[in-house]
C-alpha cells in the first residue's frame, strides 16, 4: 500500500505510521525525509510528531530532527519530555547532553537537569 501511494499527503501518513510502529522501509523514509531540507516545514511537523510518540522505536528519527532544529527552543524543550518519557539509559545520556549544551538556553538546560533528577 505505501509503495503505491501517490499523494504526497497520503505517502506522508503510511511512512509515518510505519515508522511510528519501527518498520525498517518506514524509518529509512522518513530518516531521508527528515535530512531533505526541500521538504520544508512539513520535515518539521513530522519531527514534532516523532518526539510526542514517547516510543523509542523512533529513537533514531528523534535524534536526527533534534540534530536538525536543535536551535528552536520549542524542539529542544519537547525533545527533553521525549528523552525523559524514554526513561532508558538512551534518554539520560541525550539529556545530559542537552543539560551540558553551552549553545543551549539556560530554561532548556534547567529542564534537561530537572529531568534527570525526577
Known amino acids: ?32 525525509f527528515l535530512k531533505d531540507e526541500k521538504s520544508g516545514a512539513v520535515r518539521h511537523n513530522l519531527g514534532m510528531g516523532f518526539l510526542m510518540l514517547n516510543t523509542a522505536a523512533v529513537l533514531p528519527l528523534a535524534d536526527a530532527y533534534v540534530e536538525t532544529f536543535k536551535s528552536r527552543p520549542d524542539v529542544m524543550n519537547q525533545a527533553v519530555e521525549y528523552y525523559k518519557n524514554l526513561r532508558s539509559n538512551d534518554g539520560r545520556i541525550r539529556l545530559q547532553a542537552i543539560a551540558n549544551d553551552a549553545s543551549q538556553p539556560q530554561s532548556v538546560r534547567d529542564a534537561a537537569l530537572k529531568a534527570l533528577n525526577s
Open 1 to 32: 500500500v505505501y509503495e503505491s501511494t501517490k499523494g504526497e499527503g497520503a505517502k506522508l501518513n503510511s511512512m509515518w505510521a510505519l515508522a511510528k510502529y519501527g518498520d525498517p522501509k518506514g524509518l529509512e523514509d522518513c530518516l531521508a
